[in-house]
């Protein structure tokens, strides 16, 4: 089974418009993080957020927020008030265990255009 | 504020060619990984190295790869001798800590190309 699951390949929105990236993930450990990435075209692989699975509360950072669901076992996106800049591929991963050196998992990504 | 930094940017080197990437991880952290990605495609994990050894790698890191942390700053990776389908971004991520926040922090990368 996959261990992320990004099921929009592409996805469109209106500059100053939230928009939402679904990520489902699967595991059997109880301790686990989950990260989001933002790879524009140039390449690199930026850190968004996390959410570590004991979290009671939500994620935030800035505009970037984790729809945490433990139950349903997702951590969607919300980019709050899309800017032109927003524009590349975002990838979700997850790492099992805490003080491991275990590998992320990524999924497949999601490619974000911003529309002006 | 600390970063990744990896080199060269890009390299092409003719197959069967041995190739070392270089990367210099974020000086306190103690977790590294290399990571690649196929133009185009999900970002595939090849090692992760904690204390000098490697903790966990995956099917693509067979014996023509290698890594090394020859002097307590820098992070390699050797490919013995590359294939043609060994092109692709290889990125070198590094992360510090035994509580989260846990995020790797990934360098900018290094596109590989075998001709």
């Known amino acids: 089974a996959q261990k992320i699951t990004q099921t929009q390949p592409g996805m469109f929105v209106q500059e100053k418009e939230a928009v939402t990236l679904d990520c489902t993930y699967d595991?059997?450990?109880?301790?686990?993080?989950l990260f989001w990435y933002k790879q524009p075209s140039s390449g690199e692989m930026i850190f968004l957020i996390y959410?570590?699975?004991?979290?009671?509360q939500n994620a935030t950072e800035g505009r970037y927020s984790l729809n945490f669901q433990k139950a349903r076992k997702s951590a969607n996106l919300v980019i709050s008030a899309s800017q032109l800049g927003d524009s590349a591929m975002y990838f979700c991963?997850?790492?099992?265990?805490?003080?491991?050196?275990?590998?992320?998992?990524f999924g497949t990504g999601t490619s974000l255009t911003v529309i002006p | 504020e600390p970063e990744v930094t990896q080199t060269p940017s890009h390299q092409v080197t003719q197959m069967g060619q041995e190739v070392i990437l270089r990367c210099v991880p974020i000086?306190?952290?103690?977790?590294f990984y290399w990571y690649r990605q196929i133009l185009g495609q999900k970002v595939e994990f090849l090692v992760s190295?904690?204390?000098?050894?490697?903790?966990?790698k995956s099917e693509i890191f067979d014996d023509q790869f290698s890594v090394e942390r020859p002097d307590g700053s820098n992070f390699t990776l050797k490919i013995r001798s590359t294939k043609l389908e060994d092109s692709a971004m290889y990125f070198c991520?590094?992360?510090?800590?035994?509580?989260?926040?846990?995020?790797?922090?990934f360098g900018q990368g290094t596109r590989l190309t075998v001709v």
């Open positions: 190295f904690y204390n000098n050894e490697i903790s966990e």
């Open positions: 000086s306190n952290h103690l977790y």
């Open positions: 959410q570590g699975s004991y979290d009671q």
């Open positions: 991520a590094s992360r510090y800590n035994r509580a989260w926040p846990g995020g790797a922090f």
């Open positions: 595991t059997s450990d109880p301790s686990y993080g």
């Open positions: 991963a997850m790492r099992e265990g805490v003080d491991t050196g275990n590998q992320f998992y």
